[in-house]
Protein backbone atom coordinates (compact mmCIF):
# COMPACT_ATOMS: atom_id res chain seq x y z
CA UNK A 1 0.00 0.00 0.00
CA UNK A 2 1.29 3.45 -1.27
CA UNK A 3 1.45 6.56 1.38
CA UNK A 4 -0.88 8.97 1.36
CA UNK A 5 -0.05 12.65 0.08
CA UNK A 6 -1.14 15.68 2.55
CA UNK A 7 -3.73 18.15 0.21
CA UNK A 8 -3.22 21.68 0.74
CA UNK A 9 -5.85 24.61 0.32
CA UNK A 10 -4.62 28.02 -0.61
CA UNK A 11 -6.24 30.53 2.59
CA UNK A 12 -9.19 32.06 1.40
CA UNK A 13 -8.85 35.48 -0.25
CA UNK A 14 -10.35 38.35 1.18
CA UNK A 15 -13.40 39.50 0.24
CA UNK A 16 -13.65 43.34 -1.61
CA UNK A 17 -16.32 45.59 -1.36
CA UNK A 18 -17.15 48.77 -2.93
CA UNK A 19 -16.25 52.33 -0.91
CA UNK A 20 -17.75 55.09 -2.16
CA UNK A 21 -15.72 58.08 -3.68
CA UNK A 22 -14.73 60.81 -1.23
CA UNK A 23 -14.40 64.49 -1.75
CA UNK A 24 -12.25 65.06 -4.68
CA UNK A 25 -11.59 61.09 -5.77
CA UNK A 26 -10.85 61.15 -9.40
CA UNK A 27 -13.73 59.96 -11.22
CA UNK A 28 -13.39 57.01 -13.93
CA UNK A 29 -10.26 55.83 -15.50
CA UNK A 30 -7.46 58.52 -15.88
CA UNK A 31 -9.99 60.42 -13.55
CA UNK A 32 -8.51 63.67 -12.14
CA UNK A 33 -9.59 65.07 -8.70
CA UNK A 34 -11.57 68.12 -8.85
CA UNK A 35 -8.92 70.28 -6.86
CA UNK A 36 -6.40 69.68 -9.34
CA UNK A 37 -7.94 71.07 -12.66
CA UNK A 38 -8.81 74.72 -13.50
CA UNK A 39 -12.07 76.43 -12.98
CA UNK A 40 -14.82 74.48 -14.38
CA UNK A 41 -17.31 77.64 -15.21
CA UNK A 42 -14.13 79.58 -16.62
CA UNK A 43 -13.78 76.37 -19.16
CA UNK A 44 -17.44 75.66 -19.98
CA UNK A 45 -17.60 79.51 -21.26
CA UNK A 46 -14.01 79.13 -23.37
CA UNK A 47 -15.08 75.80 -24.96
CA UNK A 48 -18.56 76.48 -25.73
CA UNK A 49 -17.31 79.53 -28.24
CA UNK A 50 -14.61 77.27 -29.18
CA UNK A 51 -17.05 74.60 -30.38
CA UNK A 52 -19.03 77.20 -32.20
CA UNK A 53 -16.13 78.22 -34.06
CA UNK A 54 -15.42 75.24 -35.07
CA UNK A 55 -18.96 73.95 -35.81
CA UNK A 56 -18.69 77.02 -38.33
CA UNK A 57 -15.90 76.15 -40.20
CA UNK A 58 -13.67 79.35 -38.46
CA UNK A 59 -11.76 77.09 -36.56
CA UNK A 60 -9.54 73.74 -37.25
CA UNK A 61 -11.26 70.62 -35.97
CA UNK A 62 -7.79 69.74 -34.58
CA UNK A 63 -8.46 72.65 -31.93
CA UNK A 64 -10.77 70.73 -30.05
CA UNK A 65 -9.59 66.76 -30.26
CA UNK A 66 -7.39 67.13 -26.59
CA UNK A 67 -10.74 68.57 -24.75
CA UNK A 68 -13.38 66.38 -26.33
CA UNK A 69 -14.10 62.84 -25.88
CA UNK A 70 -13.70 60.39 -29.34
CA UNK A 71 -17.64 60.54 -29.25
CA UNK A 72 -18.50 64.55 -29.11
CA UNK A 73 -15.15 65.30 -31.34
CA UNK A 74 -17.09 62.93 -34.27
CA UNK A 75 -20.76 64.15 -33.34
CA UNK A 76 -18.90 67.63 -34.40
CA UNK A 77 -17.09 66.66 -37.37
CA UNK A 78 -20.19 65.33 -38.13
CA UNK A 79 -22.56 68.84 -37.66
CA UNK A 80 -19.44 70.81 -39.45
CA UNK A 81 -19.58 68.45 -42.69
CA UNK A 82 -23.11 68.66 -42.86
CA UNK A 83 -24.36 71.57 -45.30
CA UNK A 84 -27.00 74.30 -44.05
CA UNK A 85 -25.62 72.85 -39.84
CA UNK A 86 -23.14 75.84 -39.69
CA UNK A 87 -23.81 79.40 -41.14
CA UNK A 88 -20.05 81.23 -41.11
CA UNK A 89 -21.12 84.52 -39.29
CA UNK A 90 -23.12 82.29 -36.76
CA UNK A 91 -20.07 83.01 -34.42
CA UNK A 92 -19.37 86.57 -35.07
CA UNK A 93 -20.36 88.70 -31.58
CA UNK A 94 -21.30 85.77 -29.77
CA UNK A 95 -20.75 85.53 -26.38
CA UNK A 96 -21.65 83.85 -23.38
CA UNK A 97 -24.45 84.72 -21.56
CA UNK A 98 -24.59 83.11 -18.54
CA UNK A 99 -23.26 79.68 -17.49
CA UNK A 100 -25.02 77.18 -14.96
CA UNK A 101 -23.57 74.56 -13.67
CA UNK A 102 -23.18 71.64 -11.14
CA UNK A 103 -20.89 68.79 -10.11
CA UNK A 104 -23.12 65.71 -9.52
CA UNK A 105 -20.12 64.02 -9.06
CA UNK A 106 -16.17 64.38 -8.15
CA UNK A 107 -14.15 65.28 -11.09
CA UNK A 108 -17.74 65.90 -13.46
CA UNK A 109 -19.45 69.14 -14.13
CA UNK A 110 -22.04 69.17 -16.04
CA UNK A 111 -22.99 72.79 -17.33
CA UNK A 112 -25.97 74.73 -19.45
CA UNK A 113 -24.21 77.56 -21.28
CA UNK A 114 -26.28 80.18 -22.96
CA UNK A 115 -24.61 81.87 -25.93
CA UNK A 116 -25.70 85.04 -27.46
CA UNK A 117 -24.86 86.55 -31.00
CA UNK A 118 -27.12 90.05 -30.69
CA UNK A 119 -29.93 88.41 -32.79
CA UNK A 120 -30.03 84.84 -31.13
CA UNK A 121 -29.83 82.96 -28.19
CA UNK A 122 -29.00 79.58 -28.65
CA UNK A 123 -28.07 76.98 -25.52
CA UNK A 124 -25.44 74.09 -25.32
CA UNK A 125 -25.30 71.82 -22.67
CA UNK A 126 -21.86 69.74 -22.09
CA UNK A 127 -20.46 67.08 -19.71
CA UNK A 128 -17.17 67.58 -18.43
CA UNK A 129 -14.72 64.94 -16.68
CA UNK A 130 -11.69 65.75 -15.35
CA UNK A 131 -9.08 63.56 -17.11
CA UNK A 132 -5.57 63.39 -17.25
CA UNK A 133 -5.17 66.62 -15.17
CA UNK A 134 -7.67 69.28 -17.62
CA UNK A 135 -11.58 69.02 -18.20
CA UNK A 136 -12.47 66.45 -21.61
CA UNK A 137 -15.85 67.65 -23.06
CA UNK A 138 -17.46 63.83 -23.12
CA UNK A 139 -21.12 65.17 -23.61
CA UNK A 140 -22.40 67.69 -25.92
CA UNK A 141 -25.98 69.29 -26.97
CA UNK A 142 -26.38 72.32 -28.74
CA UNK A 143 -29.51 73.89 -30.36
Do not use: K
Not at 71 to 90: D, I
Not at 109 to 118: I, M, N, Q, R
Not at 129 to 137: E, I, N
Request: glycine share 10%; aromatic share 4%.
Amino acid sequence: MQGTLELELPAPRPRLRAVPAGPGTPAGPGGTAAAALPDARTFAAHIALTLVEVMCANRPLAHIVRVTSPGVYASVERRRRVPGTHHRSLHRGMRVRQVIGCSPAPGVYEAAVVLDDTRYARAMALRLQGRDGRWQVTELRFT
